[in-house]
DNA sequence: CTGAAAGCGCTAACAT
DNA sequence: ATGTTAGCGCTTTCAG
């Protein structure tokens, strides 16, 4: 089944059942129609495969994940394949599982299959190695952003994601608040502890307590909250890096028969659905806008692939506050 | 950078290249050394665009998801990836959101791609419509299965899953059991209380509270078994059709002042580690092997390819218990 | 063992 | 407006 049978049946030659089909040649209207009609009856679909070695362009493009599909990565990814494919665009996906020797074997494959352009995504709060220099095709860097300042990177805006947060808790009247978050290596932990305290310094404000470092779960929320409530320093909201470790928090908190919000409000970070609507009262959080992180990041690897610009550094999405009960002020 | 700049610092015909470089002619060891030091140094990579228009295969298959990667969705993908990846085949990825219009698009993209095969997923659960007839290559569905018998699926084996939680149950000493689930419309609820139903009457035994149908939350969880407590009826066990209602179950059991297990055990479905280790105790549940279910859909499809050959029918992975602390006993 | 030649199915100049 | 032609970069007979 190819445009020669199609031309066959139309009655015309090749390259005509090539412009009414692809729309740019001229073409009278009712030939088109007669190609359009035995088209269809033959049931031909343009072979791309062709069309690609002819034209370069595979309208292709690879994305290699480093965290086999997290949490965060899947919502980056859904909003890398909707605007993909509002441009037609396929997207190839492999698991290069933060190994760097995986990864470099993808990126053969991707260059073998001609891919236009490539999309790297990463667990979020991270830096990563770049890829390799001197690709003969575009790269994007998503969640995790390249070290290297010539490449181009997108990763929500966590730091001012924290300073909401932050303000928040003041804005509802809390001025005595506790940090708890993930690990201290991490650096989604020490950005988000310095956007906290910078917004209490604005105010002339300290944490009550020092900062409390740990795990992201929920384990690790009760087990500090508990701590705090020991060590008897008197709060009135908790700021947690995670919505796991908001729900820990929360939840011991309930037991302790300390009232959220009336006693104390605690926000998480996450935006995450299971999370944050199990959670009792339901969370108040910082949404990391993960969708458009995803589109933004393919919508500059689409710029890319058409005008050969691809502007570096590290481009940083909003995160958004979602007010819920555990914050609400009666 | 083509065969033909290879071919030309090499000192040999394209055609030897070729040969060396695939490793399928007979080509003198040293010549080859050479063509593979030429292909080395100037970073060349075959066209496989060129290589597929040829021998007509792109070592491609589509896939074209309908739950927009739900929780049950990823861990499928990563299977059908791992098992593909081993065949150097790449998978292109669509978001169909069960939309059987986007569907139909994605299928004629995926056409004119000339993708080797296409792998279809969905919610596990459900069945779900034929793609289409007479595709010109092998179609296989995962997760949620054709209606068509006809075509090739590969599921959990969901009922299997749901008698060896009750005969779990029934082992651990417990004969007073109660079924918690999700919706009763969702087939996954019908056979997971049919299969629960069968184990107990295969002993002349009955559920002793009637079945509870709601949503797959927390939330309906910690509701349904207050309902149970309310009633007044005894019961030693609770059967819960996802790892979320008996995260619920428990939660509200322990806030009871209910002993789990001591005095009831609590299994689920599912094995998310996020529900099942934050849960206090910890989760005893069902692994419906998704790493697997996805691996073998993806080899049933490259043998299709490879024979022809595509037996048609649902196959059904097995389950596994992975007992917790939520049903041990002293 | 190596090379010349004929396509795979399409697109886009360039004629007509 | 339509057709002719010359490739895109590779693989594979088939000669030498």
Sequence with gaps: MTAGDVAARAGVSISTV????????AVRYETKQRILAAA????????????SLFTGKTNTIGVITSDRFGRLTVPVLLGAIEALAEHEIALVLCDGRGDPIREQYFVDSFLRRRVDGILVTGAGGF???SLRPDLPVPVVYAMAWSRDDRDTSVVPDDGEGARTAARHMLSTGREQL????????DDASRVRLAATEEVLAGRDLRLVHEPLFGDWTERWGR??????LLSGVAFDGVICASDQIARGVTEALREADVDV???VGVIGFDNWDV???????????IDMSLHEVGSAAAEALIAAIDTGELEPGIRRIDCQLVPRESTSVA
Tied chains: 1, 2.
């Design 127 to 129: 830096s990563r190695d």
């Design 40 to 51: 269809r009856e033959l049931n031909f679909q343009t072979n791309q495969v062709a069309a």
């Design 261 to 263: 919000p009336g006693a």
């Design 178 to 185: 506790v940090f708890i978050s993930g690990p201290q290596r």
């Design 275 to 285: 999370m944050v609507e199990a959670s009792r009262p339901p969370l108040s959080t």
């Design 223 to 228: 087990q500090a909250i508990k701590q705090v």
């Design 18 to 25: 090539s412009k009414a089909l692809s729309g740019k040649g």
